[in-house]
């Protein structure tokens, strides 16, 4: 199955950054996904909870907040500027080729399309970087290919 995901869309009763087609995040988006993120209510992101926003500032080559956590502030910044956007899925996906991607890079892009507890990541003949982890609680099977696109299957 193969989806598109747009980490900044919280519309119409999506799970947490699930998957959605809109434009850029508004501030009404951003302080939804904000709220669905900061799930102790302590008012910060930090290890489980900022490790897909993390990854996506990462795949981004942005800055990243100090000590790793998000604060309100500094992830409303990042949403509003949709730097947690993931792109949209090339048709045909997983593509075949020569990838450039690092493992780190591959797992990022899974991070931050919603995979977490990925495992037995590995690049295929093909080019393709396959492994397995959890989506929404079940597990799934996850491929990211030279151009960066994160399918599910």
């Not at 709220?35 to 910060?44: E, L, M, N, T």
């Not at 045909?92 to 990541?121: C, F, H, I, W």
């Not at 492994?131 to 929404?136: I, L, R, Y």
Request: aromatic share 6%; hydrophobic share 45%; glycine share 10%.
């Amino acid at each position: 199955m193969k989806h598109a995901f747009l980490v900044v869309a919280l519309l119409g009763g999506a799970t947490l950054l699930g998957p959605q087609v809109a434009g850029a995040a508004s501030e009404s988006d951003c302080t939804e996904m904000w709220k669905r993120a900061d799930k102790d209510g302590d008012g910060s992101l930090r290890d489980a909870e900022a490790e897909r926003y993390l990854a996506a500032l990462r795949i981004r080559n942005l800055p990243l907040p100090t000590e790793n956590r998000f604060n309100s502030d500094t992830f409303m910044q990042a949403c509003l500027t949709d730097a947690f956007l993931v792109k949209a899925v090339d048709a045909g996906a997983p593509l075949k080729g020569e990838s450039t991607l690092t493992e780190a890079q591959a797992r990022d892009r899974a991070v931050a399309y919603g995979v977490v507890n990925l495992a037995d990541m590995a690049q295929d003949a093909d080019g393709i970087w396959r492994g397995k982890g959890m989506m929404d609680g079940k597990p799934v099977k996850i491929a990211v290919d030279y151009k960066g696109n994160v399918v599910l299957q």
